[in-house]
């Protein structure tokens, strides 16, 4: 795996999904999420989504969210930390994109992990179900202040 | 008649129902042996095989109640996605393994391996009320029991001990429950959360219409089978105190609710009860030379004799890797505890004569609402529902429609729409990212607020369980064909519970949020209005209990009228289905019947 | 050991137990939350119950002191010391914060080492915590023959009962002679046991299939990789079936981490722990100091530190390229939440 595009990923997520590089880094996920983005795109298609962030400012992730190349990858990104699954890709991205990729087009979640560590959970101020619980009698407290 | 059985007692089925009866037989003085053959397999008796399922759940795309325990080949069950009509020139309708006849669908699961549905239970442990048991007498509708709410209340406190119960006793009387003196739950109340605190407390003062009455709210904390602190008031027959049962394999885990928030299906702590717990009590050497358990055997037909109509025998097939061997055991007394539409399937493959097997199939179908808060509600903590509004359950206009309980969902609108996953695909489509993203789920997902207003469904003979022969399971039995529809009595206190949430909502500051899609399975119209109904998962009638083979199939302990040595247990047995969730009354039954099994056993001549 | 003479000096010997008790809990929380994946669900099982054992021990030992007119004190300021820490006053034994991995359970192992069975000549060894608990029980029978139950007849005397503890074992509310010695028992069963038995013998262990091995010697399961069968001897190896113990899944944390090492919302999050920790032990301390009903408040802050915890073990240690940062568990400048109470409360030697 190559190093450097990993922390590229990890940079661009972080500014996909609002979440600080500590706080994605607290999830664990983000070499699991770099193959899987990797396996489900491509490499190639990968590389160059990457490379098309320089810098990345909010105007230019603006315009690439309605780019009907980078857009979809973006999207399935944020969804992928938000919530641990990857969607297939539209059908018209994978007609023009997919020619090198060897995985199928497919819906799943990621591991247990990705589902635990999903963001929405965070953004949210609670925990997974199922994981992570709040102890006996958490949830007759108020909940917990925003930051 | 042959005089040497295999068995004294043979049990379909190892789910809450079964297995309280097997205990019950085990631990009388009268050394009976008892076999229960349980259609599924045996992964929730390891801690291994609990893990297993947890992570099932956590991989599954849909965290529907049955997605932890995957249904065995051999022993298929259904799951409440399973809606297709048949008749309606989709393949996919034949491919179900419980056929839906419609008009409407039957939305509702159960669970075939060991622990059987209350695996997925959420465990909440409400009593019937009195007056539930007298319909017919009290408001000219549905169907009285033969058995009143003080015949009861001696089991109940058995079945509250077995499952584990928290609830609060005086909280149970001011919504017009009757309990023994002195009598409290094992453990204290769970503690309500904080949406149902928030809610009780902005609500108060407040009133609300409902069928041209005036009502109040009443927010009221439910009993539940799950882990709570025993209360140390409580002594049981032996005048012990109340000691939790930990996690099934790892004792001392699970001794508490932990808030895991994922009850529905699987409490990973085992915090909340599992009928493995009970079977964990009988299954000890003590037992070993007169109990057996079989596990991947399904139960197909009962044998007749021909003069008495006593049960001769019990078939079952028994599966393994590529074999399936039928073979045939005799018992003293046979009891089915398969659940409401196995029950059924197996009786009517029996060819038992008598004309309501199958009929009078209900469930508690419900309705969703949901709205937006314009407070911090704090939401997915703390188990699925830990307070439901009561003042709807009991009230003289169940002469017209019927009575509904209306559950607080702390889980926001995790039944409505999905959420939290709805909620991001729903974002991410109006192009949001970012700190923007995050901003708005949050905003979103802590202020949803989500009611279930689970009523009552009648009693009705149209709406049955058959078996239909050009349909067949993979060990070749007809398989189970449902034929189901709510009439104009739920369909109206469905609307009815609408107008009720839009006033509730403006009284605690909640914007309404609820859209029905017409193009649901559960969509209908009713006068102007229209809703989508669910089904609970609360499966009742098939063998009704009354007082004759002319009005019921069983009688008050279970037994069928025609077979003497047969019973049929479970939430099949119930003439009407109140507004309680099932399973404490199915355990409470077990107790009560168990005491007929052993006084028929201590007969000389048993199947008379 | 010497035996202790006085009730004064019991009662102050005992807070070395709470102390110690007290040590191991950041020792054990470290390797757990070191953990990565679902690999070690067995490493964690274990590591997780010896945990929740010693918290019981530290409300046992706590309630021991009420007991007999003492106050414990496990307020922040107390107990809250930069790591390596030493296990035992008077015992050049320390502990670190480490991550999982074969020489931190060799670690455990000496926390956990077992006292020399009854009929057996004392080793010249170091002091053990069992020899310790051992002085204790003996000392107390002896005070309990001089002075009778007015032992036990404080005035105030807030127990902390099993209401809101929820984990193997029970906490009993010590009120004489017999609960004192049951506590005691409870400590030194679970915990050290002694070379004669494998078992932990805990009369009231009502839990199927629940035998659990002491901790020692479950600890050694994990190096063995092997767990006891029932009748093993205990000085040799376990034969039982397998444990499988994955020792690269772990995230590979820098022992003994240091906040100043730190910097940005690392800082941020570690100065976050350590300040939720401090708190806690101060709301213990007013727990075991008359207001049991906190304990109530004090699991759902366990279940934030938990997240906060791992949180910190997953990121880069700064300026150390291939380990991973930590929670550093060092005393935080923060006034401390119930210094009103601790006047009162026992001193540490
Ligand atoms: C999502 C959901 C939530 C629920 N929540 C609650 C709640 O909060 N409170 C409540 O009171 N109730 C609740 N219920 C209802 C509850 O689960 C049922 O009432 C209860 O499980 C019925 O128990 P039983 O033992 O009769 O049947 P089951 O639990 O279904 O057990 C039947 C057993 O028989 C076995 N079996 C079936 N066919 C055969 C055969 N032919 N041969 C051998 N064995 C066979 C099955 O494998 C199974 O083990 C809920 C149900 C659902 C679906
Ligand atoms: S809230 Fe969690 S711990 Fe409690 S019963 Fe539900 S799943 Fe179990």
Redesign the interface.
């Known amino acids: 795996m190559n190093d450097k595009s990993v922390q590229k990923f990890l940079q661009l997520s972080s500014v996909l999904t609002g979440f600080s590089l500590f706080e994605l880094r607290a999830s664990d996920c983000t070499e699991e999420f770099y193959e899987t983005t990797q396996r489900q795109i491509g490499r190639e298609n990968l590389e160059a989504f990457l490379a098309n962030f320089a810098d990345t400012t909010q105007a230019d992730i603006d315009v690439s969210l309605a780019n009907s190349f980078l857009g979809p990858i973006a999207k399935n990104i944020i969804r992928m930390w938000y919530v641990g699954n990857w969607v297939a890709m539209p059908d018209e991205w994978w007609a023009a994109h997919s020619s090198e990729i060897f995985a199928a087009n497919s819906t799943f979640v990621v591991s247990s992990q990705a589902y635990k560590e999903g963001l929405v959970w965070k953004a949210a101020d609670t925990h997974p179900m199922g994981s992570k619980s709040g102890g006996f009698g958490s949830w007759a407290l108020p909940p917990a202040e925003t930051k | 008649m042959n005089t040497q059985y295999d068995f004294d007692v043979v049990i379909v089925g190892a789910g809450v129902a079964g297995l309280i009866m097997a205990k019950q037989i085990l631990e009388d003085a009268g050394n009976f042996r008892v076999l229960v053959l349980e259609a599924g397999g045996e992964r929730s008796k390891s801690f291994e095989g609990h893990?297993e399922y947890?992570?099932n759940?956590?991989?599954?795309?849909i965290?529907i109640p049955n997605s932890p325990y995957p249904a065995e080949f051999y022993a298929p069950h259904p799951n409440e996605l399973e809606t297709k009509l048949l008749n309606k020139n989709d393949p996919a309708a034949e491919l179900q393994y419980v056929l839906q006849n419609g008009p409407q669908p039957f939305r509702t699961t159960y669970t075939r391996s060991l622990g059987g549905t209350v695996q997925h239970w959420l465990g909440t442990c409400l009593r019937l009320r009195p007056s539930d048991l007298k319909m017919r007498t009290t408001y000219g509708r549905g169907l009285d029991w033969p058995l009143t709410y003080e015949e009861l209340m001696p089991y109940y406190r058995k079945a509250e001990f077995e499952i584990g119960v928290a609830g609060d006793v005086d909280e149970q009387k001011l919504d017009g429950f009757k309990f023994e003196d002195g009598y409290v739950y094992p453990m204290e109340g769970i503690?309500?959360?904080?949406v149902d605190?928030e809610l009780e407390r902005r609500l108060n003062g407040h009133t609300f219409t409902y069928a041209g009455t005036t009502q109040k709210p009443r927010v009221t904390a439910s009993p539940q089978g799950r882990?709570?602190?025993?209360n140390p008031k409580y002594k049981d027959e032996n005048k012990n105190q109340y000691?939790?049962?930990?996690a099934v394999?790892?004792?001392?885990l699970g001794?508490?609710?932990?808030?895991?928030?994922?009850c529905v299906p699987?409490c990973?702590?085992q915090a909340k009860y599992t009928p493995v717990k009970t079977l964990?009590k009988i299954d000890?050497p003590e037992y070993a030379d007169r109990f057996s358990i079989l596990y991947n055997s399904v139960a197909t037909k009962l044998h007749i004799e021909k003069e008495s109509g006593n049960i001769e025998s019990l078939e079952y097939k028994k599966y393994g890797r590529g074999s399936i061997s039928t073979k045939q055991v005799t018992a003293k007394v046979y009891i089915l505890a398969a659940h409401a539409v196995e029950n059924a399937k197996l009786l009517l493959n029996s060819s038992c004569k008598n004309d309501l097997i199958g009929r009078n199939l209900m469930d508690h179908p419900f309705v969703l609402t949901w709205g937006l808060s314009d407070w911090?509600?704090?939401?997915?903590?703390?188990?699925a529902v830990?307070s439901t509004i009561t003042s709807l359950c009991d009230l003289p206009t169940r002469k017209d429609l019927s009575a509904c309980r209306i559950e607080i969902s702390?889980?926001g609108w995790?039944w409505a729409t999905g959420s939290?996953?709805a909620?991001?695909?729903e974002f991410?489509g109006q192009?949001l990212?970012?700190?923007?993203?995050?901003?708005a789920?949050?905003n979103n997902?802590?202020r949803q607020i989500e009611f279930n207003f689970l009523t009552e469904q009648l009693p009705d003979k149209d709406n049955r369980v058959t078996i239909d022969e050009n349909f067949r399971d993979e060990l070749e039995l007809p398989r189970p064909k449902l034929h189901y529809q709510l009439g104009e009595y739920e369909r109206a206190g469905l609307i009815e519970a609408k107008k009720v949430s839009d006033q509730i909502f403006k009284s605690a500051g909640v914007t309404d949020c609820t859209k029905y899609d017409k193009k649901d399975p559960g969509y209908f119209e009713f006068g102007q209005s229209n809703a989508v109904f669910y089904g609970a998962g609360h499966i009742g009638g098939t063998h009704i209990m009354g007082l004759n083979a002319n009005d019921s199939v069983v009688d008050k302990d279970q037994r069928s009228h025609d077979h003497r040595n047969l019973f049929a247990i479970g939430s099949g047995s119930f003439p009407t289905m109140g507004t309680s969730n099932p399973t404490l009354t199915i355990a409470a039954l077990s107790f009560r019947s168990a005491e007929a099994v052993l006084r028929q056993l201590k007969q000389a001549n048993p199947w008379n | 050991m010497e035996l202790i003479k006085t009730i004064e000096q019991l009662r102050t010997e005992l807070q070395a137990g709470v102390v110690v008790e007290h040590t191991t809990i950041p020792v054990y929380l470290v390797a757990l939350y070191s953990l990565r994946g679902d690999a070690n669900a067995r490493v964690r099982d274990v590591i997780h119950h010896v945990l929740m054992e010693e918290m019981l021990h530290l409300t046992l030992v706590a309630n021991l002191i009420n007991a007999i007119g003492g106050k414990p004190n496990l307020c922040q300021k107390t107990l809250m010391v930069p790591f390596p820490a030493p296990l035992l006053p008077g015992n050049n034994f320390k502990v670190n914060l480490s991550a999982f991995s074969k020489s931190t359970v060799h670690d455990f192992l000496q926390i956990e080492k077992p006292a020399p069975a009854a009929d057996q000549p004392k080793g010249k060894g170091r002091r053990t915590i069992g020899d310790f608990y051992d002085c204790m029980r003996d000392s107390l029978k002896l005070l309990h023959e001089q002075h009778g139950d007015t032992l036990f007849s404080a005035p105030s005397n807030p127990q902390v009962t099993g209401k809101f503890y929820y984990g193997p074992g029970e906490i009993v509310p010590v009120t004489n002679l017999e609960t004192a010695l049951f506590a005691l028992k409870t400590i030194r069963d679970q915990g050290e046991g002694d070379s004669h038995t494998i078992w932990e013998r805990e009369p009231n262990y009502r839990f199927k299939g629940s035998l659990e091995p002491a901790h020692y010697y479950r600890f050694k399961q994990l190096l063995d990789e092997r767990s006891w069968r029932l009748h093993d001897d205990p000085a040799k190896l376990p034969t039982g079936p397998g444990v499988t113990v994955s020792w690269n899944d772990v995230y590979p944390m820098k022992r003994n981490p240091k906040i100043e090492h730190y910097d940005g919302e690392l800082k941020e999050g570690a100065l976050k722990f350590n300040k939720r920790y401090g708190e806690l032990l101060c709301l213990l301390n007013e727990t075991f100091n008359g207001k049991p009903e906190k304990m109530g408040v004090a699991i759902p802050m366990m279940s934030q530190l938990r997240d906060l915890a791992i949180a910190v073990i997953r990121q880069p240690y700064p300026g150390k390229k291939g380990f991973n940062a930590g929670p550093t568990f060092e005393p935080v400048d923060q006034p401390c939440g119930c210094s009103a109470l601790a006047k009162g409360a026992v001193a540490v030697k």
């Not at chain 2, 759940?57 to 795309?61: G, I």
């Not at chain 2, 001794?255 to 994922?262: A, Q, V």
């Not at chain 2, 911090?376 to 188990?383: C, E, K, L």
């Open positions: 893990r947890l992570k759940f956590f991989e599954a795309l965290k503690p309500k959360s904080y605190s882990n709570g602190i025993p000691v939790p049962l930990g394999g790892r004792g001392d001794l508490r609710c932990e808030g895991n928030s994922s699987i990973p702590a964990n000890i911090n509600a704090g939401t997915f903590r703390g188990p830990t702390n889980w995790n939290p996953y909620e991001v695909d991410l192009g990212h970012g700190q923007k993203l995050r901003e789920l949050k997902i802590s």
